[in-house]
């Protein structure tokens, strides 16, 4: 190929360009109603079109027969423009011009006058790459600039430019690219180059541009590149070295239903098929972090709609359904903790397999722990650690039957109500953590104002674990199910707020001193999972 594609099929003037609809339009009006600014400032993310829009505004303002600002194509002005030999349209990389002598040299040039256009046009590419002594001489220009010079300066990282400059300029803020918007231009592209590719491949494509149209059209050049007027799936996944969106629903399908097998053999195949693992996991993290978003609030979509089709949306809401928000926070943990140990484990798929194994809760009945030293009071005990129930089989109709009616909000809950319903939240948190049924046992209510409940507990350790995010929305989660209402779980110290701890479960009134330390040791045992065997 004998030119980039994204050279290409660069759009020539306004009514081509794809996407950024709301800046086009306001660039298309200041030129109707003739108010051209004299400083513009362009950001956003690479490959959003900043530098194709700054040269189709320039083009446009300088074509001698417009009309309604599409540019004519055909006068002197465009045809200089298009082909690059206007004296007076001047593009600068502000990256390999930096200094503060490039920025006299050019204050110098802006009192000359356009040669063959109206308007001459300066375009300053990566504008936060100049110096601090760069910015303050261009300063001195965009505060008194002569009538027939524009600047328009573009960035990807806005907080590095003076807030000096950024006030003299109309800024316009370049969003990613949806999905659709960058399927649509690949589409065009394809066609236009006899290519054969369905569409899972363009989604797989766009997917990887991150929201960015050149970076898009770059992968497309590559993929053409093999020479094969039949672009299949699998060739795409060989170049980006990456699975496709879909193999990360159905590994999450999986997990959802707790078949730990099929999510395994997944993360084999895709190792045996020679794909990166790291750069699964990262997909695979991502895909979850849109799943937790959409738990939220579905209209938080919004902040990854340039990632995933309308169709694919609808399916990671179906998908939110059948989950709650702990058990997302609770899978997004374990697989950030084992993107750090995939390069260095002597098997890497072993640490995503583990976090498969935890994430749908596969474990055996028992695992049997090395025996501790003896210690004065217990000669010969030894600690087995077990999960309270096994849950390999547990299935949503083995979990509490909560009613799935809209939660009420704004309502002062009933203290009495609260108190009487306690019993019931120690039975249904049990399947979804066993140690959270130990903790709330060991707690009691202290307060209930409005829709906030404040736990008393006895000790920092119970507290900091009630405190842990995913336990905090847990007991949210279930208890507000049993109070049919929105609730804030707030937790306390007894001896904070000057209340007795109350009697722990397994405490009688006259328990001897070794009696309370062994019923202490049984509810910390309970808490970490294990029980105490003695031989």
């Avoid at 490039?102 to 308007?119: D, F, G, S």
């Avoid at 589409?187 to 989604?203: C, N, P, R, W």
């Avoid at 109709?397 to 019993?423: C, R, Y």
């Avoid at 209402?485 to 006259?510: F, M, R, T």
Wanted: with cysteine; charged share 25%; net charge neutral.
């Amino acid at each position: 190929m004998s030119q980039t594609l994204y050279r290409k099929y660069r759009p020539k003037n306004f009514s081509q360009v794809i996407g950024q609809k709301h800046i086009v339009q306001t660039l298309v009006n200041s030129i109707k109603n003739e108010r051209i600014a004299q400083a513009y400032l362009f950001t956003g993310p690479r490959g959003t079109g900043k530098t194709s829009i700054a040269r189709i505004f320039a083009k446009t303002i300088n074509c001698t027969d417009l009309k309604d600002s599409i540019t004519c194509e055909k006068c002197l002005a465009c045809k200089l423009i298009d082909e690059g030999k206007s004296f007076d349209i001047i593009e600068i990389d502000a990256a390999s011009n930096t200094g503060v002598d490039n920025i006299r040299e050019l204050r110098e040039t802006v009192k000359l006058p356009a040669t063959v256009l109206k308007y001459k046009v300066y375009i300053i590419d990566e504008v936060h790459m100049l110096s601090m002594g760069a910015f303050n001489a261009l300063l001195k220009t965009l505060e008194e600039p002569p009538a027939h010079v524009i600047f328009i300066l573009a960035t990807t990282e806005i907080h590095k430019v003076p807030d000096t400059i950024i006030s003299r300029c109309q800024r316009f803020d370049f969003a990613r690219l949806p999905i659709e918007n960058i399927i649509e231009k690949l589409t065009i592209i394809a066609k236009s180059e006899k290519v054969k590719i369905d569409k899972g491949s363009l989604e797989m494509i766009a997917i990887a541009s991150e929201g960015g149209m050149r970076d898009a059209e770059s992968l497309l050049g590559q993929v053409i590149s093999l020479e094969d007027k039949d672009i299949t799936l699998k060739e795409v996944r060989e170049i980006l070295g990456t699975a496709d969106r879909k193999f990360s629903h159905e590994l999450m399908e999986d997990i959802i239903s707790e078949n730990s097998t099929d999510a395994i053999e997944k993360i084999n195949l895709i190792l045996l098929e020679g794909y990166d693992l790291e750069v699964f996991n990262k997909s695979l993290i991502n895909y979850l972090r849109q799943l937790m978003l959409l738990k939220v609030n579905p209209l938080l979509k919004s902040h990854f709609s340039y990632e995933m089709t309308t169709e694919q949306t609808e399916k990671m809401l179906k998908q939110s359904e059948k989950i709650e928000l702990p058990k997302i926070i609770s899978i997004i943990n374990l697989f950030l903790d084992a993107q750090g140990k995939i390069s260095s484990s002597i098997l890497p798929q072993l640490p995503l397999e583990i976090a498969i194994i935890n994430a749908t809760n596969t474990f055996p009945e028992n695992v049997v722990s090395p025996a501790p030293q003896p210690t004065e009071n217990n000669p010969a005990q030894k600690v087995v650690y077990a999960p309270a129930k096994p849950v390999e089989n547990l299935k949503l109709s083995d979990k509490p039957s909560n009613d799935s009616k809209p939660l009420k909000q704004g309502i002062n809950l009933d203290e009495d109500e609260v108190k009487s319903k306690w019993k019931q939240l120690l039975i249904d948190i049990k399947p979804f953590n066993h140690s959270l049924k130990a903790l709330l046992s060991n707690s009691q209510i202290f307060k209930v104002e409005k829709q906030t409940i404040t736990l008393a507990t006895p000790y920092d350790f119970y507290r900091d674990k009630l405190n842990i995010l995913t336990n905090k929305l847990t007991v949210e989660d279930v208890f507000g199910k049993i109070l049919g209402s929105k609730i804030i779980i707030k937790v306390v110290l007894c001896k904070e707020v000057g209340i007795e701890p109350k009697v722990i479960e397994q405490e009688k009134p006259a328990m001897e001193k070794e009696n309370h330390q062994n019923s202490l040791l049984s509810s910390a045992l309970e808490i970490m999972g294990g029980k105490v065997v003695e031989e």
